[in-house]
């Protein structure tokens, strides 16, 4: 080759150390993939032929171009390297070559054309290079598009596929909303012929159960807010049927992200639907009367109760017929049904005009939700209607019944707002009507309700207090109204409680004989008094005094009375004479035989009886007279009516001669009379006047502790 013969001329050292100069320099002026070496290598090849063609006749530029190509193509492409591989073909490489020889002649000229030409063989390899780069980039974009265009076309039919043969209904739309195409499924979904929906538009699908905000949310489908939407929709079919169905939208764009149509597809679960709906009635409802049961009112009333702000005024009738177990109990079940069936519908019409929700509570109970009413006023106006609505005859198989109902009206303005606290109250006013008669409405009152929450506290409290031994007995003198002596004393119980402190029996007796513990209390009493008794008896055998005791009605009527009785002065050792029991009116007054008997086998025991409280009550004088008893205590009211101290009133005579009667009356009946709360000297005086025998009082002293009574023996 030509460079082989040129090297003769070429100064061989010095080609080398300039091929080791240049390779030093593109390895620093940019990345080399060849190995120091190598390229020191390939650079010595150039330096070479470039060498000889400078020193040889032929034209310098093709090879100095084509050297340019190399470098391209050996990848030494960096704009440093090419600048210092042209500059120092003029600064270096001449030097080295010629190794201090002199120059061929015009070395000058063609060091320059030289220069250029490897410049322009470095260009334009650099050109075709990236042309040839552009040019497969180009090549592998089109076959790519190719192969995408394939895949659209596989998914076009795959999708047409889908399209004709689902069993789910696919409807196409424009963004406008016209309907481009429809399958088979959708067109029988809504009862059309497919030609007849296309072209429609979808807002002829509206319904008006649609779910709020839906076609909202298709507008901004279709403005390309969002790619997909999932309702459950309603539509008309053609036939004006509806069906229900899951509805799925998705939006399908232009390349450049533009909506482009939207796909709807659509399934029928109609079925499913209805089975849903049943199945939630079936919660919600109550079997018998198919009237909302208590889960769907509680619901309804917590919505009203907490949806609107402020929270809307709510009113609750709570009905419960009067009397229904006996109805049940007496016709049967089967006619009980149909009376609570015939009761539920007449509540229901009597207040569907007004919308109100009418629930079955359950049993007998029913309740009349009334929402926006004005006030209260509205929610008794209601509970008159319901009540009238009862108590309308009711014909069941062929009996003619008359039903009656109670009511409790709450309303939220006085029972709070929270569901609990208002069907508490109800229940509690509903107890109240009944309480007062029943076949009525009664309206929850606050503070009442408070009143009777303390009242059961102190009832759930007794049992226990009983059993701690926090009930004390006082005792109140029962002095002779000829000379004043001490005869007898009343055992009165109080109640040492650790919170309210000494309670008098006033607060407690009524409950305790309404819970039947007056029986354990009063036997209590019994004992205890026996036994003071029984001590003073020891102490002051001259006394005689007499202990007398309360007897509640329902102890009386306990059979084991007089049992009870003769085991406390057994077990006490107190004389049966110095023990007086006093009853009250109504707990002797009864025609039955029974209770006269217990009289008189207490009075065979040997102890005394008496009246208690005598005129209060419904006495049959006439009666009187057959019980076994020694004393009549004149109720207190008698006593205020003597005010000796005003003589010349009018009523103050009546009163004195109404005692002057009651006392003669006792005296024929040979009974003694205790004059009961006496206050003032005064009373003393007329009473003693009236020939009253004894009496009890302020004035004579109070109820007091044991000790009070046993310094006061002590002190005749
Ligand atoms: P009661 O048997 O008629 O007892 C007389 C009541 O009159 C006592 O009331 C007594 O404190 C009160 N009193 C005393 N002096 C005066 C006075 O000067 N003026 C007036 N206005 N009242 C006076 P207390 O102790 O509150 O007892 C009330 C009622 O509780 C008793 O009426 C009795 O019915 C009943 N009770 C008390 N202890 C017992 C008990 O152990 N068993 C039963 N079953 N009932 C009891
Ligand atoms: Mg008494
Ligand atoms: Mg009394």
């Given at each position: 080759?030509?460079?082989?013969?040129?090297?003769?001329?070429?100064?061989?050292?010095?080609?080398?150390?300039?091929?080791?100069?240049?390779?030093q320099?593109?390895?620093?002026?940019?990345?080399?993939?060849?190995?120091?070496a190598?390229?020191?290598?390939?650079?010595?090849?150039?330096?070479?032929?470039?060498?000889?063609?400078?020193?040889?006749?032929?034209?310098?530029?093709?090879?100095?171009?084509e050297?340019?190509?190399?470098?391209?193509?050996?990848?030494?492409?960096?704009?440093?390297?090419?600048e210092?591989?042209?500059?120092?073909?003029a600064?270096?490489?001449?030097?080295?070559?010629?190794?201090g020889?002199?120059?061929?002649p015009?070395?000058?000229?063609?060091?320059a054309?030289?220069?250029?030409?490897?410049?322009?063989?470095?260009?334009?390899?650099?050109?075709?290079?990236?042309?040839?780069?552009?040019?497969?980039?180009a090549?592998?974009a089109?076959?790519?598009?190719?192969?995408?265009?394939?895949?659209?076309?596989?998914?076009?039919?795959r999708?047409?596929?889908?399209?004709?043969?689902?069993?789910?209904?696919?409807?196409?739309?424009g963004?406008?909303?016209?309907?481009?195409?429809?399958?088979?499924?959708?067109?029988?979904?809504?009862?059309?012929?497919?030609?007849?929906?296309?072209?429609?538009?979808?807002?002829?699908?509206?319904?008006?159960?649609?779910?709020?905000?839906?076609w909202?949310?298709?507008?901004?489908?279709?403005?390309?807010?969002?790619?997909?939407?999932?309702?459950?929709?309603?539509?008309?079919?053609?036939?004006?049927?509806?069906?229900?169905?899951d509805?799925?939208?998705?939006?399908?764009?232009?390349?450049?992200?533009?909506?482009?149509?939207?796909?709807?597809?659509?399934?029928?679960?109609?079925?499913?639907?209805?089975?849903?709906?049943?199945?939630?009635f079936?919660?919600?409802?109550?079997?018998?009367?198919?009237?909302?049961?208590?889960?769907l009112?509680?619901?309804?009333?917590?919505?009203l109760?907490?949806?609107?702000?402020?929270?809307?005024?709510?009113?609750?009738?709570?009905?419960?017929?009067?009397?229904?177990?006996?109805?049940?109990?007496?016709?049967?079940?089967?006619?009980?049904?149909?009376?609570?069936?015939t009761?539920?519908?007449?509540?229901?019409?009597?207040v569907a005009?007004?919308?109100?929700?009418?629930?079955?509570?359950?049993?007998?109970?029913?309740?009349?939700?009334?929402?926006?009413?004005?006030?209260?006023?509205?929610v008794?106006?209601?509970?008159e209607?319901?009540?009238?609505?009862?108590?309308?005859?009711?014909?069941?198989?062929?009996?003619?019944?008359a039903?009656?109902?109670?009511?409790?009206?709450?309303?939220?303005?006085?029972?709070?707002?929270?569901?609990?606290?208002?069907?508490?109250?109800?229940?509690?006013?509903?107890?109240?009507?009944?309480?007062?008669?029943?076949?009525?409405w009664?309206?929850?009152?606050?503070?009442?309700?408070?009143?009777?929450?303390?009242?059961?506290?102190?009832?759930?409290?007794?049992?226990?207090?009983l059993?701690?031994?926090?009930?004390?007995?006082?005792?109140?003198?029962?002095?002779?109204?000829?000379?004043?002596?001490l005869?007898?004393?009343?055992?009165?119980?109080?109640?040492?409680?650790?919170?309210?402190?000494l309670?008098?029996?006033?607060?407690?007796?009524?409950?305790?004989?309404?819970?039947?513990?007056?029986?354990?209390?009063g036997?209590?009493v019994?004992?205890?008094?026996?036994?003071?008794?029984?001590?003073?008896?020891?102490?002051?055998?001259?006394?005689?005094?007499?202990?007398?005791?309360?007897?509640a009605?329902?102890?009386?009527?306990?059979?084991?009375?007089?049992?009870?009785?003769?085991?406390?002065?057994?077990?006490?050792?107190?004389?049966?004479?110095?023990?007086?029991?006093?009853?009250?009116?109504?707990?002797?007054?009864?025609s039955?035989?029974?209770?006269?008997r217990?009289?008189h086998?207490?009075?065979?025991?040997?102890?005394?009886?008496?009246?208690?409280?005598?005129?209060?009550?419904y006495s049959?004088?006439?009666?009187?007279?057959?019980?076994?008893?020694?004393?009549?205590?004149?109720?207190?009211?008698f006593?205020?009516?003597?005010?000796?101290?005003?003589?010349?009133?009018?009523?103050?005579?009546?009163?004195?001669?109404?005692?002057?009667?009651?006392?003669?009356?006792?005296?024929a009946?040979?009974?003694?009379?205790?004059?009961?709360?006496v206050?003032?000297?005064?009373?003393?005086?007329?009473?003693?006047?009236l020939?009253?025998d004894?009496?009890?009082?302020?004035?004579?002293?109070?109820?007091?502790?044991e000790?009070?009574?046993?310094?006061?023996?002590?002190?005749?």
């Amino acid at each position: 080759m030509a460079g082989t013969s040129g090297g003769n001329a070429a100064d061989r050292s010095g080609a080398e150390r300039y091929a080791a100069e240049w390779a030093q320099a593109v390895r620093r002026l940019g990345f080399v993939p060849l190995s120091a070496a190598e390229t020191e290598r390939l650079l010595l090849v150039h330096t070479l032929r470039l060498a000889h063609v400078l020193f040889s006749a032929e034209p310098a530029a093709p090879a100095a171009e084509e050297v340019g190509r190399a470098l391209v193509e050996a990848h030494l492409t960096e704009p440093g390297m090419i600048e210092w591989s042209v500059r120092s073909l003029a600064d270096r490489f001449p030097a080295q070559v010629l190794g201090g020889r002199a120059g061929p002649p015009g070395l000058g000229d063609r060091i320059a054309a030289m220069q250029g030409a490897l410049a322009a063989g470095f260009a334009r390899a650099l050109r075709d290079r990236t042309f040839t780069q552009q040019e497969r980039i180009a090549r592998s974009a089109w076959q790519a598009r190719d192969t995408v265009e394939q895949a659209l076309r596989d998914s076009e039919a795959r999708f047409r596929a889908v399209f004709r043969g689902a069993a789910i209904g696919i409807g196409i739309a424009g963004v406008d909303g016209t309907i481009i195409d429809v399958n088979q499924p959708f067109a029988d979904m809504l009862g059309y012929q497919i030609e007849e929906l296309r072209r429609t538009n979808v807002a002829s699908l509206f319904h008006p159960d649609d779910a709020a905000g839906m076609w909202e949310l298709y507008e901004e489908l279709v403005e390309g807010k969002h790619d997909t939407a999932r309702v459950e929709k309603r539509y008309y079919r053609k036939d004006g049927s509806a069906v229900w169905t899951d509805l799925a939208v998705s939006l399908i764009r232009y390349d450049d992200g533009r909506p482009r149509f939207t796909v709807a597809v659509v399934e029928d679960i109609t079925e499913r639907y209805e089975l849903q709906q049943r199945l939630r009635f079936q919660a919600l409802h109550d079997p018998l009367t198919g009237l909302p049961n208590r889960t769907l009112f509680f619901e309804t009333l917590d919505r009203l109760l907490n949806s609107a702000a402020p929270p809307g005024r709510v009113g609750v009738c709570f009905l419960d017929l009067d009397g229904f177990k006996a109805i049940n109990d007496g016709l049967g079940h089967d006619l009980g049904d149909r009376l609570l069936v015939t009761i539920a519908r007449r509540l229901a019409d009597c207040v569907a005009e007004q919308g109100y929700l009418v629930a079955r509570m359950g049993g007998d109970e029913f309740v009349i939700l009334v929402d926006g009413g004005a006030g209260v006023d509205d929610v008794i106006a209601v509970a008159e209607l319901a009540l009238a609505a009862v108590s309308a005859p009711v014909r069941v198989g062929d009996q003619q019944l008359a039903v009656s109902a109670s009511v409790g009206i709450v309303d939220s303005d006085l029972a709070g707002t929270s569901a609990s606290a208002l069907m508490k109250a109800a229940d509690t006013t509903l107890y109240w009507a009944k309480a007062e008669g029943r076949g009525r409405w009664a309206v929850y009152d606050p503070e009442r309700s408070a009143r009777d929450i303390a009242r059961s506290a102190l009832v759930a409290g007794l049992p226990v207090a009983l059993d701690r031994g926090e009930f004390v007995l006082h005792y109140q003198p029962i002095v002779s109204l000829l000379d004043g002596r001490l005869l007898a004393v009343e055992a009165l119980v109080r109640w040492q409680h650790p919170e309210l402190g000494l309670i008098g029996p006033d607060r407690f007796i009524g409950l305790a004989e309404e819970t039947g513990l007056i029986v354990r209390l009063g036997e209590w009493v019994l004992r205890r008094a026996c036994r003071d008794a029984r001590r003073w008896h020891t102490e002051f055998p001259e006394a005689r005094l007499v202990v007398s005791v309360n007897l509640a009605a329902r102890q009386a009527d306990a059979p084991a009375i007089v049992d009870t009785v003769a085991d406390a002065l057994a077990s006490s050792g107190l004389p049966a004479e110095l023990l007086q029991l006093e009853l009250t009116e109504s707990a002797v007054m009864g025609s039955a035989e029974e209770p006269l008997r217990t009289l008189h086998r207490l009075a065979a025991l040997g102890v005394r009886l008496a009246i208690d409280d005598f005129g209060t009550g419904y006495s049959n004088l006439a009666y009187l007279r057959r019980l076994p008893i020694t004393c009549l205590k004149l109720a207190a009211p008698f006593v205020e009516g003597i005010r000796g101290d005003e003589p010349d009133l009018a009523a103050d005579h009546r009163g004195e001669r109404i005692v002057d009667a009651l006392v003669r009356l006792a005296h024929a009946l040979e009974l003694w009379v205790t004059a009961e709360a006496v206050e003032t000297e005064a009373q003393a005086e007329r009473l003693r006047a009236l020939r009253c025998d004894t009496a009890q009082g302020r004035l004579f002293g109070p109820p007091e502790p044991e000790q009070a009574i046993t310094a006061r023996l002590r002190a005749v």
